[in-house]
């Protein structure tokens, strides 16, 4: 109870909603309902207010029809407990596969987001892998149109920077993205910038010149709601690598700390740690330190 009261005392100090990438110590990635439920009064315990769900869970589900057919109740259970505990969903797919598959998978997973009542599907802007860069971005930029307008989706399209250096999905890419594209927001993962640029993240001016570059360009609005991932990763000329601890990363947490609070920045915070709530429990005391 005590861990519980300090997180949420500390998400209302920084003003950002905080959560864990796709599963427990104990279910590091969720791929079955009750796994889902089961890290959801994990988080609750520890105070946690967002959830970013993996794309495994919804692996059984090969069309919209299996959806609603067989899927349909287990998902809004996972809705009514998420709701009920007052924490945030989102859903990851960082592999949204190539044409001919692309659009009956995409349509999927709007449709999840929309049963769910996501705050976003969460995606990586790679699938036109194959293209030149120029043509893989105006291709994805009107696949993402046809798809949003042909649903109406009404949870976002959260557009990620990507970590491989030669993957669509910069910090420019997605910020072009999502000025040509409607219902969609940039989701920061600072690994992947990091990595991508092989260390370019390493004091809170170098954070605050990311911000203020979407800010100027996306609008003001986007720091009142912004969507961040935070974890540690190696990375080497490639870009980013495998995840780590965050406290063996040379990229810093109060770095974006100090940036969050001078820039009054809203919105959810995600830690992708290999470890989980076990590293959760030093983010917290860490977080506690820097945001008195």
């Known amino acids: 109870m005590l861990i ?28 079955k309902p009750s796994e889902a439920l089961n890290v959801l009064e994990d988080l609750y315990r520890v105070g946690f207010r967002a959830f970013l769900l993996p794309k495994e869970l919804f692996a059984n589900i090969k069309d919209v029809s299996d959806l609603y057919k067989e899927q349909y109740t287990s998902l809004l259970k996972i809705k009514t407990i998420a709701s009920k505990y007052n924490i945030e969903l989102a859903i990851h797919n960082n592999s949204l596969p190539e044409e001919p598959a692309l659009d009956n998978v995409f349509k999927i997973y709007c449709n999840i987001a929309n049963v769910m009542d996501a705050r976003a599907l969460i995606i990586h802007p790679n699938f036109y892998g194959r293209m030149p860069h120029s043509q893989a971005l105006k291709l994805s930029v009107y696949k993402i149109n046809e798809i949003v307008n042909e649903m109406r989706i009404r ?80 990375y080497d000329r490639n870009g980013a690598g495998k995840h780590k601890s965050i406290a063996r990363s040379d990229m810093k947490l109060e770095h974006l700390i100090k940036t969050i609070q001078a820039l009054n920045i809203k919105g959810t915070l995600i830690f992708e740690t290999p470890n989980r709530e076990k590293d959760i429990v030093d983010i917290l005391q860490d977080l506690a330190d820097m945001v008195r």
């Not at 427990?24 to 990635?29: D, V």
């Not at 910069?170 to 690994?191: C, F, G, H, Q, Y």
């Open 155 to 234: 949870s976002k399209v959260g557009i990620e920077t990507t970590g491989q250096v030669n993957d669509l999905g910069s910090i420019e890419d997605v910020i072009d993205m999502v000025k040509r594209t409607t219902r969609t927001e940039p989701v920061l993962n600072w690994a992947h910038i990091h990595g991508r640029d092989r260390g370019v993240l390493t004091h809170d001016t170098d954070f605050r010149k990311i911000v203020d570059k979407v800010r100027a360009e996306v609008g003001q609005h986007w720091i009142n709601d912004a969507y961040f991932i935070f974890s540690g990763a190696d």
């Open 4 to 31: 519980r009261k300090k997180s949420l005392k500390i998400q209302e100090r920084l003003g950002m909603r905080i959560g864990i990438a796709y599963g427990s110590a104990k279910t590091p990635i969720v791929k």
